[in-house]
């Protein structure tokens, strides 16, 4: 993807509720520390530091987005995880020359990482492991402040953004199904309103937005498929490819346009999510709404022919299940 058409940046944040061979979350932070993946010594990471922790030990430089070469990365507390698992969070590359290192890193985490959602969480909850993607996309020469204009506008783009994708929630949702790796709907609600809060709890969660300057969006509908580094490459392509796009106004009118000639009804949307039925979810599916997506990302990477084959390859395995 040409630099020139916005600067595409990505971190992860790889979730792992247990790990196989008798293995800890301990001994893959020692891993990465030996690896030079990770700042400090074995002891700093005895235990998974505090959500959110700004620490000298490589939490701090992780959470406040920096572009580090080589990545690094923290490793934190979630609540959606049992005790012993554990959120490796890693610092943004730059989708242009970073995915190797970003790679190299989720091979050291992944190794011995189980898939299971039948544990419980911190909370008490059954546990969801998920793989959030961080992207952002900024014009060059680009102030990345927030646009003084954009305050005072009357609506917040964020919103905008949501809502737009909002309306192809079940394809998204579709886009990063992996039937042996399913989760429910809790912590990736595909609609506008989510729980209420801020978000957070949505397929994505649009973080800022400066009109025709940058947007950035943490992607949160990916699966946790730790043996499927494919899966993850396509799925960090498919969020560099609208993230970017949407830093163009005529994209919202296109997804808007298609979105609503084909609604979803909103009401099947709230029983789905009432439900955590992610399946009846994806029975949801319009192909045209994925047609549309299709070629808007299509047209999108056209200056990238490995990240556009690589997505055209998804779209066409996820179509031929509609």
């Given at each position: 993807?040409?630099?020139?058409?916005g600067?595409?940046?990505?971190?992860?944040e790889?979730?792992?509720?247990?790990?196989?061979?008798?293995?800890?979350?301990q001994?893959?932070?020692?891993?990465?520390?030996?690896?030079?993946?990770?700042e400090?010594?074995a002891?700093?990471?005895i235990?998974?530091?505090?959500y959110?922790?700004?620490?000298?030990?490589?939490?701090?430089?992780?959470k406040?987005?920096d572009?580090?070469?080589?990545p690094?990365?923290s490793?934190?507390?979630d609540a959606?995880?049992?005790?012993?698992?554990?959120?490796f969070?890693?610092?943004?590359?730059?989708l242009?020359?970073?995915?190797?290192?970003?790679q190299?890193?989720w091979e050291i985490?992944?190794?011995?990482a189980?898939?299971?959602?039948?544990?419980?969480?911190?909370r008490?909850?059954?546990?969801?492991?998920?793989?959030?993607?961080h992207?952002?996309?900024?014009?060059?020469?680009?102030?990345?402040?927030?646009?003084?204009?954009?305050?005072k506008?009357?609506?917040?783009?964020?919103?905008?953004?949501?809502?737009?994708?909002?309306?192809?929630?079940?394809?998204?949702l579709?886009?990063?199904?992996?039937?042996e790796?399913r989760?429910?709907?809790?912590?990736?609600?595909?609609?506008r309103?989510?729980?209420?809060?801020?978000?957070h709890?949505g397929f994505?969660?649009v973080k800022r937005?400066?009109?025709?300057r940058?947007?950035?969006?943490?992607?949160?509908?990916?699966?946790?498929?730790?043996?499927?580094?494919?899966?993850?490459?396509t799925?960090a392509?498919?969020?560099?490819?609208?993230?970017?796009?949407?830093?163009?106004?005529?994209?919202?009118?296109?997804l808007?346009?298609?979105?609503?000639?084909?609604?979803?009804p909103?009401l099947a949307?709230e029983?789905?999510i009432?439900?955590n039925?992610?399946?009846?979810?994806?029975?949801l599916?319009k192909p045209?709404?994925?047609?549309?997506?299709?070629?808007?990302l299509?047209e999108e990477?056209?200056?990238?022919?490995y990240?556009?084959g690589?997505?055209?390859?998804?779209?066409?395995e996820?179509l031929?299940?509609?």
């Amino acid at each position: 993807m040409l630099p020139e058409r916005g600067i595409v940046r990505i971190g992860c944040e790889i979730e792992v509720a247990s790990f196989k061979d008798g293995y800890t979350y301990q001994q893959v932070a020692a891993e990465l520390i030996e690896a030079g993946a990770m700042e400090g010594e074995a002891n700093d990471w005895i235990e998974w530091h505090r959500y959110n922790c700004d620490c000298g030990n490589g939490c701090g430089r992780v959470k406040r987005g920096d572009l580090l070469v080589p990545p690094i990365v923290s490793m934190q507390y979630d609540a959606s995880l049992p005790k012993k698992g554990a959120e490796f969070i890693v610092s943004p590359v730059l989708l242009v020359n970073g995915m190797e290192e970003m790679q190299r890193i989720w091979e050291i985490v992944t190794a011995h990482a189980e898939w299971r959602d039948d544990l419980t969480s911190i909370r008490g909850n059954l546990a969801s492991p998920s793989i959030h993607l961080h992207v952002s996309a900024t014009m060059p020469g680009a102030e990345t402040r927030r646009d003084p204009y954009a305050k005072k506008l009357a609506v917040d783009p964020r919103q905008d953004i949501l809502h737009a994708l909002s309306l192809f929630g079940p394809e998204l949702l579709l886009l990063s199904d992996v039937e042996e790796f399913r989760r429910g709907l809790a912590f990736r609600q595909p609609w506008r309103q989510a729980d209420g809060r801020d978000n957070h709890h949505g397929f994505v969660h649009v973080k800022r937005v400066d009109p025709l300057r940058m947007t950035y969006i943490e992607w949160r509908m990916f699966e946790a498929a730790y043996n499927n580094w494919a899966y993850l490459e396509t799925a960090a392509y498919l969020a560099a490819g609208l993230t970017r796009a949407l830093l163009a106004p005529e994209t919202l009118d296109t997804l808007m346009a298609t979105g609503y000639e084909h609604k979803v009804p909103q009401l099947a949307i709230e029983r789905v999510i009432a439900a955590n039925d992610t399946a009846a979810a994806l029975r949801l599916v319009k192909p045209e709404r994925l047609q549309a997506l299709q070629g808007l990302l299509d047209e999108e990477l056209d200056d990238d022919d490995y990240g556009r084959g690589l997505v055209n390859q998804r779209f066409e395995e996820v179509l031929a299940r509609v």
